[in-house]
Structures are given as structure tokens and as C-alpha cells.
């Protein structure tokens, strides 16, 4: 009898270890190569900060500097290690005495409350592994976990974990994190900041500071206590540091406007492989006002009299840098900008164009113009409530916005094909009318486009083309990255003419609403056929800003026109803007 039994035991053993080997191959025939993992690549990172350095934006994947554990507060790995794997020295990748203990847990609550895995699991899994959970990648993911253990020290592996952890909004280690939530380098956490970093693994998403503050103060006192009970700090200073836990703003959401924008103007001047951190034109001040102006414009005024968004763009005149843009009125509800996107007729804002075109014919501002009924081919402009009053200057005419007037001035300046090579020159790409409807703005034009196009008026007579990027680097590195190149396109004396009379229009014509007291002002105002659209374009503190308010699906508006709401915007931007400055 022994004898079989041993047999058989023998035989037992033999299959056992040849199935043993059968599912370890099964678990291990698609384990990835850890070598090549270790270096595997990553969706480069672009981050977008404003002119003075506040944060915009960012995509990709966005990893910080590296860091080393001598270079960081002792109190940031004592976190992580609290929180997610208080054996981490101890163990040898695998902890069952953790695995025990969140079994009982889990059990003891009747729901998950604990995980099991050690810091090198989720370095396995981080590094080489799919988020599939199933019983072959978890036994693959301790595979793994053995193999790094074998391959590194503990504080190797710490190293390399907290350099690449996934900590939420496309952050890749604790560097990218703190600088993204808090502002500062990894090796400045506070013991707080470091709590609320070590709690984002469990769930990256739910514990976001950006997101859900109070749920990451939450989860940041439940990480103080973990390193209050294994002595990483004392037990009184848990709640204190809590206490203490600020978060800097979130840069403007309404920005996302401006950083689409530049992002999609990159074309193939970025490498395509490297981390970029581009410094942006974009003024906070100036942007912040327009943001929060617009939206009180649209919710008061603009609500009782039908106008469902706007946008908003100002640029540097001298130079096309842009220093402010709302696409509409809430980007989160609709990123579709406005204010590069939509292609609308300007109306009357238009009319500078023609008058330049006069005053390269050898018109002058004082010139007469009748303001008279005029029919041309049964098309008979009207001048809305203004009285004729026979003859007027240019100036005047331009100021009022008479269309009668407007349309004798195109016959004068050389017709419709000459104003047309006039507005193209300054920037409009077209394509324009051919008949005389083109003075009264029946062309479409997007209000970056018309903003750019009116910089000449303010400059001197240099053609600009926007521009958001101010500084570029790669990798850390400064790479090459100028701006576009200005044109000299109207004579600089003709440029002074053209700006002296729309400053005419702010002081005494349809732009008054636009003045600004102690701030020379020019623009002009835009409205077009039933009050669909309602423009003001002006010149101020060597900035050009464009406003436009309408509905998207471009119904009329309750008497909205260029000279009332959109010009008050305009002023009450630069007010609020020079309020914050000062």
C-alpha cells in the first residue's frame, strides 16, 4: 500500500508542478518586457501660462522636474507611505499581512474600504500595466512587483514612484502635482499639501483639488491621521496642518477660449515629441475684466433685451499680441469661440475701410458729403433716425454713421472693388460684395479678423497678424519662437486722419457710451439689418478690443444696437481692467 501512495504522490506532484508551469506561462506569455516599459513614451505636455505667469492650461501628459527623495521634505514620502503601504520596507513586494488585514476590513465595513496592494504593485501596474481588472492582470501585476524588487532598492522604487504616480488632471508625479495645485515645487510641500497629494491615488478624479476641494480636505485628514498613527508626525499637528490647507485659484475656465486657440495656431512649429511650456500674450487683468463684465453684461441688460452671448478679443495694436479673449459666455456650455469662429456681418463697423479708401483718393475729414436720400438701382439705404441735415464733413459723417453718406463715399474712394483691396490689404480676408451694399458692412468677418484689421488706425499704419505665444520652451529649453512680422500698409499720416475721426465718433458721434474719463477713445460702432448683430471696435491705452453680442442662431435682438450695450461693455472692460491695475 505505501508504495502506491508514494506513487501516486509522486505522480501528484509531477502534474501539479507541470500545471504550476501551464499557468504561469498562461499568466506570463503577455507580461511587456519591464526593460522597455521602464522607458516607455508619453503624450508630450503643453502648458500654457499667462504674461505674468499664472496658469492657464495644460495637455498631454505633464510631468515635472525629477525628483530625488534627498531633494524633497521627508514629510512627502512619509505620506504616500502612511496612506498606501505602511510595510513598504518590510515587505517584498507583496504584503500579505496588508492583504489580510484590508480582507478583514472590507469585511468588517461590507464594502471596500482598504486595498491590499503595496506601493510596488501599483508601480508595476502604473509602469507596465492596462487599468483591466481581472485575475490575470493581478497576478501579472505581482510578477512585476517581485521583478522590481529584485531590481531596485526600496528607495529606488520610492523614487521612481513618485515621479511617475498618476496624480489627477494629467499630472505625473508629485512635481507636476504640487506645481499644478498648489503652485510650488515638489520639494516646498507643506506637510498639508504633501497629505492632499498622497490622497489622490485611491481616486485621482473624485479627490481633485480643482474639482472637489472639500472632498481632497477630506481625504488629506484622513492621510494626517495615517501619518499621525505610524509617527511621521505628531498626533496634535494632524488637525493643524488640515486647518492650514489653501488652495490657489483655478486659472480661468473661460480662458479655454484663448489656450484652444493658441494650441490649434502650434501647427508644426512645436517638436512634435517634447514637453512645451509656452508663455502667452494673454493680460489677466484685462481678461479677467472681460470675463466678468460680459457675463453681467448677458445676465442684466443683455437678458431683458435678447442677447444670449457675445465676445470679446483685445490685442496689443503695435505688435498683434493678444491680451484678451471671450469666445461667448460660458466655455464649459459651449467652446465654440465666437470670437474667431463665427463669421458675422459687421455692419457699420465696416465703414472705416471705406473712408481710408476716400482719404487714399485724396479725401480729406473736412470734406463735404451729402446726407440726402440716395436710390441706386432700386436700393435705397436708410439713415435711421438721423435727420439730413444737406452736407456734412466726413468726419461727421463717419462719427453719426449716416449710410446715405457712407455710400457716396464708396463712389468717391473708387467703388466696391477698390474698398475690398483696401480691407484685404489691413487684414480682412473677404470675400466682400461687389455692389455698393459693401459700405454699409454686408460682408461676413469674424471679430478677430476686424480687430486685427483696425490695429493700422492705431499703430502708425502697420498691418499686424494675432499672435498668443510670447516665449517657447522645449524640454526646459529656450527655443526660437518670433512673433509675425509687421507691414507698413497705410501712410502714417492717413492712419492719424483715420484715428482723430473715430475718436470724433466716442466723443460726439454713436460711440459716446464707449468714453472712458482720462482715456483717449476711438472706435466705432456696428449694427447690423433688425439688430442681429451689435458691434464696437475702439482704440484705447495702445490696445485694439473688438465687442460683439447676438444669439448664435442670429435673431433679432430688442434694439440693441452698436452704440448702446456693446459700447458700455468696452468701456466698463477698461474701467475694470485700470481698477484692478491700480
Known sequence: MAPRLFR??????VWGMVAGFV???????????PEDALGATRRPSVTLVAADGALLAT???LYGETVRLADLPAHVPAAFIAIEDRRFRDHHGLDLVGVARALVANLTARRVVQGGSTLTQQLAKNLFLTPERSLRRKVQEALLALWLEQRFTKNELLTIYLNRVYLG???FGVDAAARLYF???ARRLTVGQAAVLAGLPKAPSRFNPRVNPSAAVARAVEVLEAMAETGAIPAAAAMQEAERLRFPPAPSRDAGWF???VRDSLGERAPPTADLLLRTTLDTRLQAAAEARLEALLAGPGRAAGVSQGAVVAIEAASGAVRAMAGGRDYRASPFNRAT????????AFKPFVYLAALEAGARPEDGVSDAPISLGGWSPGNGNWRSRGEITLEDALAHSVNTAAVRVLQRSGGPRQVAAVAQRLGLPGPFPRDASIALGTAEVTLLDLVTAYAPFANGGHRVAPFGVAEARAEGRPIAWLPPARAPVIAAETAEAMRRMMTATVARGTGRAAAVPGLPVAGKTGTTQDNRDAWFIGMAGGNVMGIW???DDATPMEGVAGGGLPARLFREILETARGRSG
Open 169 to 171: 488632471a494629467g499630472t
Open 549 to 551: 453680442l447676438g444669439n
Open 341 to 348: 469662429q463665427a463669421r458675422r456681418q459687421p455692419g457699420s
Open 59 to 61: 495637455s498631454g501628459d
Open 183 to 185: 503652485g510650488v515645487p
Open 8 to 13: 501516486w504522490s509522486v505522480m501528484l506532484a
Open 23 to 33: 499557468a504561469l506561462l498562461w499568466f506570463a506569455w503577455d507580461l511587456p518586457r
Open 259 to 261: 489656450a484652444d486657440w
